[in-house]
């Protein structure tokens, strides 16, 4: 992406889907260590290959967290850029944008104001989890893509 582009910030990361996925992971590590303790002999070197592999796989995921950078998608003259671990860029050009879909976090009843934006192309789907305020951010979305395609018409 050049420097000398525009670029508006459109979705920030969610500290509150941070924090939740942190608290869960940590809670289920709890709860393998309580049953690695509560095996009986013979399946105990079964249950601590289990739990120290799904111990490891929660904090990979825990730092994979923590690495996402603060701005999630930004919004340039031509497209959208999607930002990733260890600032990869994904540009996704407006004219390739053929709906852009909100799924909001919740846990039975309730619904978080945190979520994930899926942007649909004609030939794929990119899922951005972690975003916060998922509704503002897809409405300023489709609002932006809706300007740069009458823009475009009127041209």
Do not use: W
């Not at 893509?145 to 823009?151: D, F, L, S």
Request: aromatic share 10%; with cysteine; charged share 20%.
């Amino acid at each position: 992406m050049d420097n000398n582009k525009k670029i508006i910030p459109i979705a920030q990361k969610s500290k509150g889907y941070i924090f939740l996925m942190i608290f869960a992971e940590v809670l289920f590590i709890s709860g393998f260590v309580v049953l690695r303790f509560m095996s009986d002999g013979t399946m105990e070197k079964f249950v601590q290959a289990v739990c120290l592999l799904l111990g490891l796989g929660f904090l990979i995921h825990i730092i994979y967290l923590l690495l996402l950078p603060n701005d999630l998608i930004c919004a340039t003259e031509k497209g959208f850029v999607v930002k990733t671990v260890g600032n990869q860029e994904l540009d996704i050009p407006f004219d390739q944008i053929i709906e852009v879909i909100q799924k909001n976090s919740q846990a039975r009843s309730f619904q978080y104001p945190f979520g994930s934006i899926i942007i649909v192309t004609s030939d794929t789907r990119i899922r951005i989890r972690g975003i916060s305020g998922v509704d503002k951010v897809k409405s300023k979305m489709v609002e932006i893509i809706a300007t740069y395609k009458a823009k475009n018409a009127s041209e």
